[in-house]
């Protein structure tokens, strides 16, 4: 008879059952009889903080002593990461969840983990929903999941397991949690709680650690990353940037996402000073009419993110690419407000622009006010800035040709064309057997795209 596994209770501290759905008796999963290390599948979707939760939960398996990131059809265990930011990313993790039924119900012991934003938002109510699902678990505390794989696979866990090194050239790094914000469309502060910086020595340890695997270019994280604050170490972004700057052999330094109005000069000269610093910032504006702004409860005008802008590149130089986010259709969003974000987008012309329809997210202050732009006209709207930015985006690339970048070099496509990123963020083709993966390549533009660069060696960059 296979002992029956116990429920996952202890790993749902602090989570809020959604009120109304009463949950049926837990049915009880086995335990493979394996004889082996449990093997786990990881799948996420939604920012790069999953990315990053993902990277940090598979090496707390490996830790123990499971095998992270093997591939589905070999796997025991498999783990959604989650987002719950749009209405269409949960739809696209429940797809992933029936997908995942008829894979379970093909080997006895097989189980069903989810967690991530979607575990906070419902909590152990997802279990009486998904009669397959058989752990919830909030990623920011996974110690009760680890602890029950602990004592479910005890004799077959001899960890840590060693991963073999990946030859990844760029890592995430997650230097704080939680928003304080409280823009009115959105679910993050609900379910990643309160602003939480980690101490910078932590921060610079981790980063030391990856370059020691191979990584050349790290890229900070955080909802509101510009807020970062160690007070033990006097540290906020700029302080921050400055100690992993110092980092021997790190070559490139981004971070995202920032919020406007902690958009400070400090970051503009650290921007400036600090040679691994890359010439690209992502400061989402999300609508381009101060009513609008008002109604999201973004605390500035469009004047002030202007100006914010105009400072960045005062400062940093011309180069500095720009990126923002862009949501259409919010509540009561008029032809004349969504003209006015039109408006903006054509002035400042950013590189990228991420679009993205009003999705409604219960429990938000928006979710009181009607939704009351049609799903069409928010599709149209859409659309219409998207073609916008791509007018934009091929006018500022063409600008690039015959100037002169650096390529870091990612990967050989499957025609042996070397691709990979500019400074400023820029997907860069250059001609066969010009470039090896890992190099940093010195190229001058030759072609461009709305969506990438053709560029010819000029000699090696570094
Ligand atoms: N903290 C960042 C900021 O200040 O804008 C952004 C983080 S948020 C997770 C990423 C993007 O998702 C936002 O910039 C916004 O454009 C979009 N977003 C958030 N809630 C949304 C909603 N309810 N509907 C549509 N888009 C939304
Ligand atoms: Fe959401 Fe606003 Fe916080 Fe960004 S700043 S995560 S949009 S609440």
Excluded at 183 to 208: A, D, K, N
Excluded at 222 to 233: E, R, T
Excluded at 369 to 383: C, F, I, S, T
């Amino acid at each position: 008879m296979p002992t029956p596994v116990p429920v996952l209770s202890d790993s749902a501290r602090g989570f809020r059952p959604l009120p109304l759905i009463a949950r049926p008796p837990r049915r009880e999963p086995q335990i493979p009889v394996l004889g082996r290390a449990p093997r786990v599948h990881l799948w996420h979707i939604g920012c790069q903080m999953n990315d990053a939760d993902r990277e940090e939960l598979a090496a707390q398996l490996a830790d123990i002593g499971c095998i992270p990131e093997t591939a589905l059809d070999d796997s025991d265990i498999a783990v959604l990461i989650t987002c719950t930011v749009r209405a269409n990313a949960e739809q696209k993790v429940f797809g992933k969840f029936r997908e995942l039924i008829p894979w379970k119900r093909a080997r006895s012991g097989r189980a069903i983990a989810l967690t991530g934003c979607m575990a906070v938002e419902h909590g152990e109510a997802l279990l009486g929903r998904l009669p397959e699902l058989d752990y919830v678990f909030d990623v920011r505390e996974p110690d009760g999941f680890l602890a029950k794989l602990q004592a479910l696979h005890a004799p077959n866990l001899d960890g840590p397991v060693i991963v073999p090194g990946s030859d990844r050239l760029s890592a995430y790094v997650s230097v704080m949690g939680g928003c304080n914000e409280m823009c009115t469309y959105c679910i993050v502060p609900f379910v990643r709680g309160r602003e939480l910086s980690r101490p910078l020595p932590e921060v610079v340890e981790h980063v030391e650690r990856l370059v020691a695997q191979g990584v050349r270019e790290v890229t900070l994280l955080g909802q509101n990353v510009n807020s970062y604050h160690d007070q033990a170490h006097r540290a906020r972004l700029p302080e921050l940037l400055a100690a992993v700057d110092a980092v021997p052999g790190l070559w490139r330094l981004r971070f995202l996402t920032s919020h406007p109005r902690n958009a400070v000069p400090d970051l503009w000269s650290a921007m400036r000073d600090l040679p691994s610093v890359c010439e690209q910032l992502h400061l989402p504006v999300q609508a381009g009419d101060n009513d609008l702004l008002r109604r999201m409860r973004r605390l500035y005008t469009v004047d002030e993110y202007r100006e914010k802008i105009a400072a960045a590149v005062r400062t940093v130089g011309p180069r500095l690419a720009l990126s923002t986010d862009i949501i259409v259709g919010f509540c009561g969003e008029t032809d004349a407000e969504f003209a006015a974000t039109e408006a903006l987008m054509r002035e400042l012309r950013f590189d990228t622009v991420h679009l993205a329809a009003y999705s409604v997210r219960p429990g938000t202050a928006a979710a009181r006010r009607v939704d009351d732009v049609p799903r069409e006209e928010k599709r149209a709207r859409l659309n219409h800035l998207l073609a916008v930015q791509r007018e934009v985006a091929a006018e500022r690339n063409a600008a690039y040709v015959g100037h002169d970048v650096e390529v870091l070099v990612e990967g050989i496509a499957a025609d042996r064309r070397p691709y990979g990123r500019t400074r400023e963020n820029k997907v860069a083709w250059l001609p066969e057997g010009a470039a090896r993966v890992g190099e940093l390549q010195a190229a001058r533009v030759a072609e461009s795209s709305a969506w990438q660069l053709q560029v010819e060696p000029v000699g090696t960059a570094a």
